[in-house]
């Protein structure tokens, strides 16, 4: 039997069975083959949320509200709950998720194994800073509730833990309050990465939400140009514009990747060129958190051999040349990518083990899967990270090289001693073996 696939449709891996956990059939029978791995709504990349023997639980059906404060703007729910109907729920009330990642189709469980992130990491941290308690599922039956003031090791270890802990059942989180559904946005357009540098820290000094597009195949003295989008929460205001959201469908997977040279130099060349607001505008919270939610099954342009999605974090000394490095090599060697987001993080700790997310700069650019020209590309932006002190996402990685993972997660030994034994990975079994 096919085993649900992740975003970008690589590695293609078929689990022994699949489980489907609902309100009513909120337990995991104990003939099932293991290991277990939950897997949420799909929109991890890679195999975090894969496995190749064993059993996928399916979480989706955990989505009920257990309870929720408007007048604190704490909800308790269960994993399977996606953020786009948390936001459904919370945002005509005054409430909004103080972190959210590029797309709200993600479920609340993935959001906490993989620690995501968002535009306000440099304010706000990420995902995991804003959940209060959780509650874990072990496969011997043991059900654990965790909190961050705990000091026995099971938030740090769950929170950016990859799913490797148990079940996560249901999670409290602390919403932010909004005056309504609106941001108030500027774009700024920058020639270079000596402009963006600049341009971002005065960004980030007086901005909640930052984060820029980069033209990942300019070269020379235009190397790294792009646009800043900076963002925060509209005030309350007499009159709003009226928003509808619309949306499109990719129909079909087409036989090859319709995202080639041709295609990314032209929809570089026109984005880089389009209008920009220096002075801000009204955006609705849809486009400016989830321009790609607006089209359904994006994913499939990359046709049927996939993509890959390589984003790294480097540490703030080294983050200048290289990032610089990175987009020189990416450039040169013709595989650029549309979807290249340079963002840098703040310096709040993490509190997840295995989290993602730390101070410095991190680049996240999508490939077609070209075989071996891609990873070639790869080894070669490897050699950058890891020269440099970084580190991959676990969350959009399908391929990286064990010594990276574990020079990029030093704790990777102490968490171990936290895994469920009945729970495992295609990625766990990849990088630590």
């Known amino acids: 039997m096919s085993t649900p696939h992740s975003w970008n449709r690589l590695p293609r891996v078929t689990a022994d069975a699949t ?14 083959p293991r290991p277990l791995l939950a897997h949420g709504n799909g929109r991890s990349y890679g195999d975090v949320c894969l496995t190749e023997q064993g059993t996928l639980v399916l979480t989706r059906g955990l989505d009920r509200f257990i309870g929720f404060d408007p007048l604190r703007g704490v909800l308790r729910c269960e994993a399977g709950v996606t953020l786009a109907e948390i936001l459904a729920l919370v945002v005509p009330r005054g409430w909004f998720l103080p972190c959210t990642p590029g797309t709200r189709l993600a479920t609340v469980g993935g959001a906490i194994a993989n620690d995501v992130h968002g535009k306000n990491h440099h304010a706000v941290g990420s995902f995991g ?6 509650e874990l599922w072990r496969s011997d039956g043991t059900i654990l509730e965790c909190r961050p003031e705990d000091n026995n090791g099971w938030f740090a270890a769950t929170v950016g833990g990859l799913g490797l802990t148990g079940l996560i059942r249901w999670a409290e989180l602390q919403l932010m309050p909004i005056q309504n559904p609106w941001m108030w946005v500027e774009s700024q357009r920058f020639t270079n990465l000596d402009e963006f540098w600049s341009l971002n820290r005065y960004a980030e000094a007086h901005w909640p939400y930052t984060v820029a597009w980069i033209d990942c195949l300019a070269q020379g003295k235009a190397q790294g140009r792009g646009i800043l989008l900076a963002g925060q929460h509209a005030a309350a ?3 709003l514009p009226q928003f509808k959201e619309r949306s499109k469908r990719i129909p079909a997977t087409p036989p090859f990747s319709l995202v080639n ?23 609705h919270y849809v486009p400016y958190f989830y321009p ?12 049927r051999r996939g993509f890959y999605q390589y984003q790294c974090v480097i540490p703030p000394r080294e983050a200048e040349a290289a990032t610089a490095a990175l987009l020189e090599t990416i450039a040169r060697l013709g595989e650029g990518s549309f979807l290249a987001v340079l963002k840098t993080f703040g310096r709040k700790p993490s509190l997840g083990m295995l989290s993602f ?7 996240a650019l999508d490939f077609p899967n070209r075989g071996d020209k891609t990873r070639h590309l790869f080894e070669e932006l490897d050699a950058i990270v890891r020269e440099a002190g970084g580190a991959l996402y676990p969350g959009k990685d399908a391929r990286m090289p064990a010594s990276l993972f574990q020079s990029g997660y030093p704790q990777w ?5 936290f895994i469920d034994p009945g729970f495992s990975s295609r990625f766990w079994q990849r990088v630590t073996s």
């Open 261 to 283: 040279g041709f295609s990314l130099r032209a929809f570089n060349t026109l984005y880089y060129r389009q209008p920009v607001k220096p002075q801000g505008a009204l955006t």
């Open 357 to 363: 997310p730390r101070p410095g700069t991190t680049l």
């Open 19 to 32: 489980h489907t956990l609902t309100q009513r059939t909120a337990s995991i029978p104990d003939d099932l």
């Open 129 to 134: 800073h804003h959940i209060r308690a959780l």
């Open 292 to 303: 790609l939610d607006a089209i359904q099954h994006w994913n499939r342009i990359y046709g």
């Open 413 to 417: 030994e102490t968490f171990k001693k």
């Open 237 to 239: 205001q007499t009159e």
